[in-house]
């Protein structure tokens, strides 16, 4: 028998594991994030708390009233202040049906408000969040990452995770690591979140300008916790996306200079 | 693997803060570089003055003993092989001292230093303008350890509702998972009056799922003494 707790204090016994929030849109569910978020879930064998947003601050732009208009005319009935409600509702029964399916431990959190304000806040009692590149409160076209996946990366207190548009599993990890403090505290924050997958193979990537030579720095890397493979590729491109998608081609030819 | 910096300043070799190195060696292995500053000396010439900050601000001169530090180093390396203990040795001379620890702790897990010796011969404050300035530049956690101590049976976990109490609060459940499951509290303070802790909803959600033994407490008090010795939180504890 536990003893009763002192006044002014309560006792909580749980099994331990790390609060992953998947952040969405109250009205348009990711299904393809949120499949991703389970498998973080599963792995980490932690509990994923789904957080539907309704942004009830900015104004409906063109194509949000349209829509409004379309579920109007589906249901007569329905005052349109509650359109929202009804597609909130709607993928939150999907949500719940997606994480019991994939077998996901997860709970269901609703908020109105200012959608930024609302994630980094609740970001600073989260060990991550997980949401998709193309975010968005509003219908119209949006450059990636949305602005406002761009403002939670810069603003949120815990780390971000940008969920694959595909995703059928993990095989390998690559760290891109430019010798920056940030870029090395990206990498740790990696491995204390997934120590499950400090097993896997690991890639470490600098890309570095015709004749540039790697720093001295790069020596520490070689003695971390994770198993690590420095790759230095040389190329023409800078980190814009033709550069990525050129040290991504290397990767994969697991072209290795050293 | 965790990687682990301890650093030391030529001649104050701090027993503690390795044994402190060595106890989280046995859960898991570590890797334990040893970085050797260099010493720092009042100068000789007493007249040294620093621009605006006014006639009798001394300089520090760092001095680069090669004896004292082989004698160091030398004693953490027979530390480190008499424990078992994989280890490196930085001893860059190159760079100011804390400017080479800044560099160490971004490629490191975790910095322990023992705040008795470290340049303990600076003055008898504690922490030393030292020891401020190295918890300010850290970029991984710290961890200070006295000379003496006894390996944690129990954890608090210190909140003022603060973003910074909080990021320490999940460095440490990242950083030392095999020290979650021990007894914890929980403990805000606040010199104002409160009727509840701030967000608590929210930190205990966050606490509860790192650590499964978890108590929380309030206490009305100035936080910077709460955790001074003879605070009664310690009574409670037992």
Redesign the interface.
């Known amino acids: 028998m536990e003893p009763s707790?002192?006044p002014?204090?309560?006792?909580?016994?749980?099994?331990?594991?790390?609060?992953i929030l998947f952040v969405s849109a109250a009205t348009n569910l990711n299904t393809h994030a949120l499949d991703f978020a389970c498998y973080l879930s599963n792995l980490t064998h932690?509990?994923l708390t789904g957080l539907f947003i309704a942004d009830t601050e900015s104004v409906p732009d063109g194509k949000t009233a349209a829509l409004h208009a379309a579920v109007a005319a589906e249901y007569s009935d329905t005052a349109p202040a509650a359109y929202d409600a009804i597609y909130t509702e709607k993928n939150g029964i999907a949500f719940k049906e997606a994480c019991t399916s994939r077998e996901a431990n997860c709970e269901l959190i609703t908020r109105q408000g200012a959608p930024e304000e609302e994630v980094v806040h609740?970001s600073?009692?989260?060990?991550m969040i997980i949401t998709d590149a193309d975010i968005s409160f509003t219908n119209e076209p949006t450059v990636l990452p949305s602005k406002f996946m761009r403002d939670i990366m810069e603003q949120a207190?815990?780390p971000v995770i940008t969920a694959p548009f595909h995703f059928e599993g993990v095989n390998e990890l690559v760290f891109c690591y430019d010798g920056t403090?940030s870029s090395?505290?990206a990498i740790?924050?990696f491995t204390?979140?997934l120590?499950e997958l400090k097993d896997m193979d690991a890639t470490v990537v600098m890309v570095l300008s015709p004749g540039e030579r790697p720093g001295a720095?790069t020596a520490?890397?070689d003695?971390?916790?994770i198993p690590t493979i420095l790759i230095i590729i040389s190329t023409h491109c800078r980190m814009s996306a033709r550069g990525a998608a050129c040290w991504t081609t290397c990767c994969r030819n697991r072209a290795r200079l050293l | 693997?965790?990687?682990i910096v301890i650093a030391f300043d030529a001649g104050n070799y701090s027993h503690g803060a390795f044994e402190m190195a060595r106890r989280l060696n046995e859960p898991e292995t570590i890797?334990l570089?040893g970085v050797f500053l260099p010493q720092m000396e009042l100068p000789q010439i007493t007249d040294y003055t620093y621009g605006s900050m006014g006639a009798g601000y001394m300089t520090m001169m760092e001095q680069y003993n090669a004896e004292t530090v082989a004698a160091t180093v030398a004693q953490f390396e027979s530390d480190c092989v008499h424990n078992g203990i994989e280890y490196?040795v930085h001893r860059d001379v190159t760079g100011f001292s804390l400017d080479q620890l800044q560099?160490e702790t971004?490629?490191a897990?975790l910095l322990i230093l023992g705040h008795e010796m470290f340049y303990a011969n600076l003055g008898t404050d504690h922490p030393n303008d030292y020891l401020t300035e190295t918890l300010h530049r850290s970029?991984?956690p710290v961890l200070v350890t006295p000379e003496h101590f006894r390996f944690p049976s129990s954890l608090i976990l210190a909140y003022d509702g603060s973003?910074d109490s909080?990021?320490a609060i999940?460095s440490f459940a990242?950083?030392f998972?095999e020290l979650?499951?021990l007894k914890t509290t929980l403990i805000f303070a606040s010199k104002t009056v409160r009727s509840q802790v701030p967000?608590a909803d929210?930190?205990?959600?966050?606490?509860?799922?790192?650590?499964?033994?978890?108590?929380?407490?309030?206490l009305q008090a100035d936080p910077k003494n709460i955790l001074a010795p003879g605070w009664p939180i310690k009574k409670?504890q037992c």
């Open positions: 707790p002192q002014g204090s309560f006792s909580l016994k749980h099994q331990r594991y790390e609060k932690s509990r609740l600073r009692f989260a060990d207190e815990c403090p090395m505290y740790r924050q204390y979140l120590p720095d520490y890397l003695a971390g916790c | 693997m965790k990687k890797l570089t490196r560099k971004r490629y897990d970029e991984c973003a909080i990021f999940k990242h950083l998972p979650c499951t967000d929210y930190i205990e959600e966050l606490c509860a799922r790192h650590f499964p033994d978890l108590t929380i407490e309030i409670t």
